[in-house]
């Protein structure tokens, strides 16, 4: 293969004043030297896991439950907000534990049985997980957006003994209940119907948790390596596999969230603050806003039980919206938040954005999707004081494998990082031989933050996993630094005429056309040449541009032949999975019959 050179690279993303001179004062080899070294806040050691050796985190902690346990010494810090409600780190394991010991001896879960969470984000999901994780069951969220039928293919599927959903679940799953294989079925802000209990009849409405008992909970054993985790796929084909992540997994991921940051002041020149002293008073707390779905990795694995371990506020929303979301960061003085590219573009076009007071962010993390250049400026101009940072990862790698932030994304926005401390990373061919670097191939994974595979799915795992690599299905090309860029989804790449087309690519350029703010592209059906480009792009608020003015914007910017033959212009979003990708196959279809009505 042939290296793919990206549109970006040849346009420049820094504003004047950005970058500090002299930088980068330290190479990004030396850098990963200082911060692994022995002593160092993310040393490294070799590791044996699954019969293979691995390099691993030194300070990682062991399981979930070691988390638990943080959770409960929080006391009367104030831990979620939903709404109108409010709850104490106090309250809320007192809950969890109390529901922990319900589900051992009432409905007979021991270690290594599955737990079902099918909720929206309400505080009750986080109860219902610690619950799980205090006696060692394996917490299975399902996608709270699926069908009856969905819901209880993740059922079936993984094996769940308990079942602990909300009525709005319930409801969906009211027909395919009779066939559930379910020791429990309980329910949250539901009736007791389907031959379900409710939640609040086992420990309480929230009101209530302050008087549940505070009792050391039974240590369940939990080895490092154990499952602790099945998180079902958004894979916009097929039937979602379940990911298996260990506690290692998690505990893994935890530690290289926070590597984003030390790199960046170390490649500054600067120096590290010294590890706070064991009888120091605890930091002042922050607050962070969860809008992504906690079923989803980034919102369990990245979110909440980081948060857990900092002790930090955690706000919830009751579905996305992105008035709401600014409100939120007003209302509860937010200091940081996530979310995929098109929740940013929402945020920054919307009518509220210049009318709330967003002085208390300190960290706006965005992936989860491919990232226009325009954004990245957009974004930087609009938070100048903060660092602007994306994360690459999967829920096969347990979220984070790759990152970057501060200078080293100002001056590479169109790549999505560096691979973390602990993570391998190749770039194959379709025969599975690794390419000369620079040269464009399917990315592959290896570390302790990848899972051992799909859950009851052995040809699922053969396909995706091979001697420990993950094969990611994603494009991509890496530099002579290590910097990662995205071409496209493997199986989203359209062959024009015997010419490769990278949609994301062709995204690029629609999205950085100032009337529009989103931009899926989609191979559509040609007799001659196999494929040809097609386009659908969501307009901003209030702008209009015409079909044909696309097409002579990608066409300044673009080959020819990635110049799309059509151009769908919608207001409308596009249809999304639980995740925020975008549902291209969905749009496909629609682009496809669209195509149809012009031709009549």
């Known amino acids: 293969m042939e290296a793919a050179a990206s549109p970006a690279e040849t346009t420049p993303h820094v504003q004047p004043g950005q970058i500090p001179q002299g930088w980068p004062a330290v190479s990004i080899a030396e850098t990963y030297r200082v911060l692994t070294a022995s002593g160092a806040p993310f040393e490294m050691q070799e590791t044996e896991i699954r019969g293979r050796t691995y390099r691993t985190y030194v300070n990682a902690m062991t399981s979930l439950r070691e988390v638990f346990e943080i959770g409960r010494g929080w006391g009367n810090r104030e831990f979620v907000v939903f709404e109108d409600e409010r709850l104490t780190y106090d309250q809320a394991f007192r809950a969890a534990g109390t529901l922990g010991r319900i589900l051992a001896e009432r409905f007979g879960v021991q270690k290594g049985d599955r737990l079902v969470i099918a909720m929206r984000n309400l505080p009750e999901w986080i109860i219902a997980f610690w619950a799980g994780a205090s006696i060692g069951a394996v917490l299975t969220p399902l996608n709270a957006w699926g069908t009856g039928e969905e819901l209880a293919y993740g059922i079936e599927n993984s094996g769940a003994k308990v079942a602990i959903v909300d009525g709005e679940r319930l409801d969906r799953l009211a027909p395919e209940v009779g066939r559930l294989d379910l020791a429990g079925l309980i329910v949250t802000r539901g009736e007791a119907a389907q031959g379900a209990v409710t939640l609040e009849s086992l420990i309480g409405k929230p009101a209530d948790y302050s008087s549940l008992p505070d009792d050391p909970m039974p240590d369940p054993q939990c080895d490092t390596d154990d499952l602790a985790t099945i998180l079902y796929t958004s894979g916009t084909t097929g039937r979602p596999k379940g990911a298996m992540g260990s506690h290692r997994n998690i505990m893994t991921n935890m530690i290289s969230l926070g590597f984003n940051g030390a790199r960046a002041a170390i490649r500054r020149g600067e120096e590290l603050p010294p590890p706070p002293e064991p009888d120091a008073p605890a930091p002042e707390q922050k607050t962070l806003l969860i809008p992504v779905p906690l079923f989803h990795v980034t919102g369990t694995n990245s979110m909440m039980v980081p948060a857990i371990v900092a002790g930090w506020k955690i706000v919830l929303m009751y579905k996305w919206n992105p008035e709401r979301f600014l409100e939120l960061i007003e209302r509860e003085k937010v200091n940081s938040t996530t979310g995929v590219p098109a929740m940013v573009w929402q945020v920054l076009e919307s009518p509220d954005f210049s009318k709330r007071d967003l002085s208390s962010l300190e960290g706006y993390g965005y992936g989860g999707a491919a990232i226009a250049p325009e954004l990245t400026i957009r974004f930087s101009q609009v938070f100048p004081w903060f660092p602007v940072g994306q994360g ?156 044909a003015e696309l097409k002579a914007h990608v066409a300044q910017h673009l080959a020819p032949f990635k110049v799309p033959v059509a151009i769908d212009v919608r207001t409308e979003e596009f249809p999304r999975n639980a995740s925020g990708k975008t549902l291209k196959p969905v749009l496909r279809t629609e682009m496809i019959a669209w195509m149809e009505g012009r031709k009549g």
């Open 392 to 547: 690459y990862g999967a829920t096969e790698t347990s979220s984070v494998s790759a990152t970057h932030s501060a200078e080293d994304y100002l001056t590479h926005p169109d790549s999505v990082g560096i691979a973390v401390p602990c993570v391998d990373l190749k770039v194959v061919d379709d025969a599975g031989n690794e390419v000369p670097q620079g040269a464009s191939g399917e990315l592959c994974i290896r570390g302790p933050n990848v899972v051992a595979g799909y859950w009851n799915n052995p040809e699922g795992t053969a396909a995706a996993f091979t001697d420990g690599w993950y094969h990611t299905g994603d494009v991509c090309r890496i530099d002579e630094e290590g910097f990662v860029y995205l071409l496209d989804r493997k199986k989203d790449m359209l062959i024009r005429g015997g010419e490769n087309v990278y949609c994301v690519e062709v995204e690029s350029v629609l999205v950085a056309h100032p009337a529009v703010i989103d931009a899926a592209v989609v191979g559509l059906p040609d007799r001659v040449l196999g494929e040809e480009v097609g386009a659908l792009v969501q307009l901003k608020p209030g702008e209009s541009v015409t079909e």
